[in-house]
Structures are given as C-alpha cells and as structure tokens.
C-alpha cells in the first residue's frame, strides 16, 4: 500500500497524560496480536508431547512451539490446592498451577531440576534455559461449573464465559532475568521473541491451552463419557490476571523503550488520519460496533472505572449516530471532532478503532517497538547548561508548576519491599520508609535540578561533578530531545495519582482487555479472549480484540 504523507504527531504533553494514558485501548499493534501474527505468517506449529496429569488434576505437561528454527516449550506444573490457600495476591505461597518457558526442548534431567524448583517460583530458581517464570490460579467458579456441565455431557454457560473470561488467572509472569531466568540481552535477534515482551506473551498464550485441556481432563475423569468444549466456545476463554503496583515503575524505568511503543502508536495514527479516502470505513464500522458491544458487556465494580465506562458508552453511541466520511480528509475529520467532543476513554477506543481496518498501513510499525536502551545511557557531559535550562523550560514545564513543598504534592513514595523485591507506594507523611525512595518522583527532581541550576555557568559534566545526586534527572532531560513520548508527564507521587492509570496503558500495550480494578492499585484483566487457539492458528482471523459478540450480564 502507497503511505500517505502523515500527520503531524499529537504532542506529547497531550499524551503523556496519567489520564489519558489510563483510557489506553488494545490495538493491532499491540504485543498479544503482533505475536499471533508473527507465528501465523512463520508458520509456527502447537503440540502437546507430554501429558502425565492425574485424576486429581496433579502432574506435568508440556506445550511445544516449533517454529522454522527454533522451538520453546511450556512446561506446566499442576498442584492439588487447598481452596483456603488460592490467593490473588503476589505474597502468596502456593498456587493450582506452575509454568516456565523453556528455550528449546526440555530433557528429562531439565524436567527433573524444573520440578524441584518451578512450582517454589521465587523459593527456587531457574537458569538461562528458562525465559520465564508464571503461576496461576484457578476462578473458582467459572472452572467448577465448566467441569461439571462437561461432565455432565453438557456445554458450559456462554453468558458466565464472558462474564468471567478465563478458567486461571495469573498472578506473575516474571522474565528477563528474575530469579536466575535468562537475560534479556539473550532474546536479541531471537525468531519470534525478538519484541518486547514476546517471550511472556508466548507463555500466556501457551498457559490458556493447558487451562483448556486441564478442565476437559477432569470433567472426563469424573465421567469417562464427558464432553469437550464446543470449538465455538473455546475461543471465549482468555487468560485472566491480576497486576498490582509490581509494574507500575517501569512505564518511568524505561524512557527510551515507552517512546518507542507510543512513537509506533501515534505514527499509525497519523498515518491513518492523513488518509485522503474512506475506502476502508464500512470496515471501521464493524469495530465500531464491535466496541459499542464491548463496551456494553464490560463490568467494574469500582467507582473509577465505573465512571469511565459510562463515558466510553455514551461516546461510542454517539460515534455509531454520527459518524460519516466528511470531506478530503475523512479520518482526520473524524479524529479532530472525537478531540472535541469525546472524553479521553472515547477518543482512545475510536483510535484503536481507526486503526483496526488499516493492517497493510500500519503493521510494519511494530518493528520499530524495540531499542537498544543502553545506547541512550551515555550522559552528555559537554552540553551546555544554559541548554540543559532551556530543555527542562521546554519539556519539564509540567514538572515546575507543582509547589512540592505542599503535602498532597509529594504525599507519596516509591520503594522495594524487602519481602518480595516488588515496587511498592508508600504514603510519605504516614507510613515510615521514606528514606528508602526510589528515583521515581520525576517531575519533583526535574524542580529540584531546575532549581540547583539557576546562575549555574559552564558546562554539565562540571555541575555534576559538584551535584552528582543530580545524575538521573540529567540523563532523562537531555534523553527527551531523542525521546519526547518517554516521559509521563504528570506528578507521580502525588497524593492525586492513580497508579492504576499506569497499570492500565502497560497492560493495553499487552494487549489487555476487562480492565477491573480492584483498588486504586491493582487490577484484574483478561488476555486472549476470544484469540486464535494452537489448533487454529493457520486459519483464525486476526482482529479478534473486539469480538464479534459479547454477552451483557
């Protein structure tokens, strides 16, 4: 397809925005689809070649990914839990299924140290032949139902399917080197892990088998006669999760890497809006009403959610009313009129919209969401700092109107919990533990160094000579000239931040659907409802984000 000349950018002090960066949707270019593409068009092939799970639901299998070159294996372990011992929370200690993604084909000495340390998760340890690190548990009630309607020759209830989403929920899925698992540094280059967060994505997919197969082998070993799951419901089940402040910090740890992903995100759609016809808008209208659908189906019991769903309703309504092709530039048209009159959850569905009928205009972006992050690290010891003064005037103006001096400014903290090395928010004027910060109140430091420069001459290796603890925030200011999508933009510690905001855009660029929050700080999500299977991948569709049907409840 000839690419139209793009628009230009929306600017990042628009979009780098806790709110808006919060009402974040899946898209195509997000990791779960550009994935399942990937192993479509390589022609990856699925098979189970160990299965020795009891009647108990006890035991070990095996999922293996055999792709043109290499192959990588999930080796699952499945554990007879106590119901009082079934916790969502990360402290947990025991959970109904284990997993690791092994990189190649395990032997029977690996499955052996595997079993001695995988179901421990971080009690144990792994080496760099295991990419990662996962562990589940069951929804109770979606699976005891499913089991028995199978047992009982039955299929189980659609409606409860899309109610809940998933028969597991995971509540880590931990990789690039935790607890002794391979680098990341090893994936470079790799066929099909060579993305952000491949490796992960690959071992949920996987780990959604296993749930399928785990429930049609207790049904049948309740009743030898049991039914399997029809294939027009298999799809309906995702991967369930709950994600708590664990990830938060690395929207903030990783400039160079986020802009990148919000780069390839705002070039597509510059690309579709610079679009001088509607060719593809009866298209665009069957994800709009998809959404609508969606949107109808999707539950929260939390105030704040609760409150965006009611906006995403009301505004996609309002979108299947009125939206028309308009003059020369259509998509621009429509994309300017959701700016001004759309609430930011509406404007970013109508964007993950817009973008769903464009594949052959925009897919190639997803080669740009990688980076070598370590060619950004070098800071700039020969710039002037009357130019380090005017890149924090010209990006950080957002970081220098807060008065940090107030309480609700700098209300909170960020630090590592000794327990499990996770990120966790501290409340500063509450709780003790402040000393302990991690650099992550941006904005608050951008003040400080903006504040330590004033009447500053020469250049900055001589300033951070005299102020090193001014280190980190000087790489990022010059970084932003390179990277201008790598900061958000909004105070981090503030007794106003939503941390689950956070936790929402990393997970939509997952591909994360059924965003839940349980609390301002964590949340649960489905991942893969309603994608391909192993045994469909050659065939399945690729727009399977917003599905063709969504049962309200």
């Known amino acids: 397809m000839t690419r139209p000349a ?24 997000s990791f779960m689809r550009t994935l399942l593409r990937r192993m479509k068009a390589e022609g990856w092939r699925i098979d189970r070649p160990l299965w020795q799970i009891d009647a108990k639901g006890v035991g070990r299998a095996l999922y293996r990914a055999r792709g043109p070159r290499r192959s ?108 002794g698992a391979a680098d990341l540094g090893r994936l470079a280059g790799r066929p099909l892990l060579d993305g952000p967060f491949r490796a992960e994505m690959l071992t949920v997919w996987l780990i959604r088998a296993f749930t399928l197969d785990m429930v049609e082998h207790l049904a049948a070993a309740r009743d030898p006669g049991a039914a399997r799951i029809a294939p027009a419901l298999r799809r ?34 510059a690309r579709v809006r610079a679009l001088p016809d509607a060719a593809a808008w009866d298209a665009f209208r069957v994800h709009l009403d998809r959404a609508a659908r969606n949107a109808d189906a999707w539950r929260s019991e939390h105030p704040y959610q609760q409150e965006k769903l009611d906006l995403l309703r009301r505004d996609l309504r ?25 609430s930011l959850e509406g404007q970013e569905a109508l ?34 700092i009357a130019r380090l003064r005017g890149l924090i005037a010209r990006n950080y103006a957002w970081a220098l109107q807060p008065d940090y001096a107030e309480r609700a400014a700098s209300a909170r903290f960020w630090y590592v919990s ?64 390179r990277c201008p999508y790598g900061e958000i933009r909004d105070n981090l510690v503030s007794a106003e931040m939503m941390p689950i905001d956070l936790l929402r855009a990393k997970l939509s660029m997952f591909g994360a659907t059924r965003f839940d929050p349980r609390s301002d700080r964590w949340v649960r999500i489905c991942m893969y409802q309603h994608a391909p299977l192993p045994e469909d991948l050659a065939t399945g569709a690729d727009d399977w984000s917003l599905p063709d049907e969504a049962v309200a409840v």
């Open 318 to 342: 309002r979108l299947q009313e009125q939206a028309m092709p308009v003059g020369p530039a259509p998509w621009d048209a429509l994309w300017r009129r959701a700016e001004a009159e759309l």
């Open 418 to 481: 000794e327990e499990k090395l996770e990120p966790r928010l501290g409340e500063r004027y509450d709780e003790p533990g402040a000393p302990l910060e991690q650099p992550l109140a941006i904005g608050r430091d951008a003040a400080l160094l903006a504040h330590d420069l004033e009447g500053a001459r020469g250049m900055v290796a001589e300033f951070l000579m005299r102020n090193p603890q001014h280190r980190h925030i000087v790489r990022r200011v010059q970084l932003s000239v």
């Open 72 to 179: 990588y294996t999930l080796v699952a372990f499945a554990h007879d839990l106590a119901p009082d011992q079934r916790s969502d929370r990360v402290i947990a200690t025991a959970w109904d299924a284990t997993f690791t993604l092994f990189d190649g084909e395990p032997t029977q000495a690996d499955l052996d140290r595997l079993a001695a340390n995988v179901p421990l998760q971080e009690a144990g340890r792994v080496s760099e032949t295991e990419l990662t690190l996962s562990r589940a548990n069951r929804s109770v009630r979606l699976w005891d139902h499913v089991v028995a309607r199978l047992a009982a020759g039955a299929q189980p209830d659609a409606a409860l399917i899309d109610n809940v989403g998933y028969l597991m929920r995971t509540t880590a899925v931990y990789g690039s080197g935790k607890f």
């Open 236 to 269: 309906r089940f995702g991967v369930g999760n709950s994600t708590g402040l664990g990830m938060a910090p690395f929207l903030v740890t990783h400039p160079a890497l986020i802009d990148a992903w919000i780069t390839a995100r705002e070039a597509a759609l």
């Open 6 to 29: 793009a628009m230009p950018y929306r600017a990042p002090d628009a979009v780098m925005r806790l709110a808006r960066l919060g009402s974040f949707h899946a898209t195509r270019l």
């Open 351 to 384: 964007l993950a919209c817009m973008l769903e009928p464009h594949g052959a205009l925009i897919d190639d972006l997803e080669d740009l969401m990688s980076v070598d992050e370590a060619r950004h690290f070098a800071i700039q010891g020969n710039m002037p």
